[in-house]
Every structure is written in structure tokens, then in C-alpha cells.
């Protein structure tokens, strides 16, 4: 028997299966994945874990079933799996938007299913990722604690009511995509002033990456580092005045706010 069967190999499944097995919590042998893409498939077997293209083989044989597809696809995969499911099985969910409830209602609303929902990041492919957990109606703490232990070997991970669940995926499940949209966007600003693209992409990588580390190791908050590097009159401020007026704190409100209501719509 597998310990962890990942129905959808993609990329967040990657990094959990890369986690676990440089962690050493699991041998590759002990991983099963399944995805109708060979070339996904075959990535995984270049990590020495077994593969299969059926959802159904792989589940059947699999201590946690780690259910990995995309949100508009886990109905159909979750309804696939329910002649081979026991309760005995964990159950873990990465899906955004998607309850613990719908998926055991997907399954049999008659048993007690042990069903944790997860939200990592792709920052977890570097061990580096930041995930969040609940657990579900009939989920155990030692369920949760099994978890929080596979998702720790890539990422800082923190335990929240499912009701947030949704704010979570708003901020760091999508959020590396907002990083990465600012970083685009001052490489952008980089090459028009003179610079070539290599040159500024070291900076803008490098001041990100410091601003991070800077972040993590200080106690100040991120409002006094920020006044911390901004002298009167300077050119930060100058920078900081055009952010000001375009409201960028708004926009960056509301638009973790749509992605926040997205979520939810997901789950209906």
C-alpha cells in the first residue's frame, strides 16, 4: 500500500512530493501519483514515484489520498473515487474554494469521511512555501497534526477555521503572482531607464529577495521598515508620493478582495 496517492500531478503536487521525499518523510516508492498527462506522469517517475493514468488505481492503494486537481475538475475526480474510498483513508484537499463539506456530499454525506483541506503555494518547489490547514467535520487532531507534518517539510505552515480558508487563497495561495506582478513591472521600469534586462532583473531579484529576508528577521513591522528607507524629501519618497496617489493600497485591497470572492464562488 502507497502512503500518499496524489490524484492530479501538477505542480503543486511536485512540490509536496518534493518536500516529503528531501525531508525524508516518505521514499519515493512510497508515493503514487495519477494524471492523464504523460508528460507530467513522466516527470514524477524521473523522481523514482509510481505513476498510473487512472485516478481510481492509484487511490485504492493509498494510506492519504492527496486530491490535487484543479477546482472546476475535483467534482468529477471525487465522484470517480467513490467505489474504491474507505473512511479509513485520509483525505486531503488542495482544491481552492472547495469545502470539506462538498467534497464528503461528493463522496457520501452517509460516512464519516477524514478530510483535511490544505492551501500551499508554489513557493513550496523551493521549500520555501507558505500553506494553511482546517480539517473537516470527522478529521481528527491527529489527522491535522499527520498534515501539518507533510506540508512543514516545504513550507511555514499555520492552522485556521475552514471559514478562512478562502482569505487564505487570496493572499498566499495567490499571492506570489502579485509579487511577481510588481518584480515584472520593475524590471519593465529598470529596462526603460537604461538598464538591460539582465541588469535589472539582478536588481529588482536581488532587492526582493533581500526585502523578504529583511521581512522575516526583523521585528519591526513592514509600515516601519518602509519608513525606515524612506528619507524626507528622497527618492523613495518621491516613488512611494506616486503609489500614494494612485491609491495603490486600495487597489491591493480590493484586488485581494475579488480574489477572496472568487473563492467562494468556486465552492458553490
Known amino acids: ?18 518536500g516529503v521525499i528531501s525531508a525524508g518523510l516518505f521514499h ?10 504523460s508528460e507530467r506522469l513522466a516527470l514524477f517517475q524521473q523522481l523514482g514515484i509510481f505513476t498510473s493514468a487512472s485516478n481510481v488505481e ?111 487563497t487570496a493572499v498566499s495561495g495567490s499571492g506570489p503572482a502579485y509579487f511577481f506582478y510588481l518584480v515584472e513591472n520593475m524590471i519593465a521600469a529598470a529596462v526603460e531607464l537604461g538598464l538591460s534586462p539582465e541588469q535589472a532583473k539582478a536588481l529588482v531579484v536581488q532587492t526582493a529577495t533581500g526585502a523578504a529576508k529583511m521581512l522575516s528577521a526583523s521585528t519591526d513591522s513592514a509600515a516601519e521598515l518602509r519608513a525606515k528607507v524612506t528619507s524626507p524629501g528622497g527618492t523613495t519618497q518621491a516613488a512611494l508620493e506616486v503609489f500614494h496617489k494612485a491609491e495603490l493600497g486600495t487597489i491591493v485591497q480590493r484586488a485581494i478582495a475579488a480574489a477572496e470572492q472568487r473563492g467562494r464562488e468556486l465552492g458553490r
Request: aromatic residues 4%; contains cysteine.
Open 58 to 168: 492509484a487511490a485504492s492503494a493509498a494510506k492519504i489520498v492527496m486530491l490535487c486537481t484543479k477546482p472546476q475538475m475535483m467534482g468529477g475526480a471525487v465522484t470517480s473515487l467513490k467505489a474504491v474510498l474507505q473512511t479509513s483513508q485520509l483525505i486531503v484537499s488542495i482544491a481552492a474554494g472547495l469545502s470539506t463539506g462538498f467534497i464528503a456530499r461528493e463522496l457520501s454525506e452517509a460516512r464519516a469521511w477524514r478530510i483535511v483541506r490544505v492551501m500551499p503555494n508554489t513557493p513550496m518547489l523551493y521549500g520555501t512555501g507558505a500553506t494553511a490547514i482546517c480539517k473537516g467535520q470527522h478529521a481528527s487532531d491527529d489527522d491535522l497534526a499527520r498534515v501539518r507534518g507533510i506540508f512543514q517539510s516545504a513550507s511555514k505552515v499555520i492552522e485556521v477555521e475552514e471559514p478562512l480558508m478562502d482569505a487564505v
Open 1 to 18: 500500500m502507497s502512503q500518499i496517492a496524489f490524484i492530479g500531478a501538477g505542480n503543486m503536487a511536485e512540490a509536496i512530493a518534493r
Open 28 to 37: 519515493a516508492t512510497d508515493l503514487i501519483a495519477a494524471d492523464p498527462s
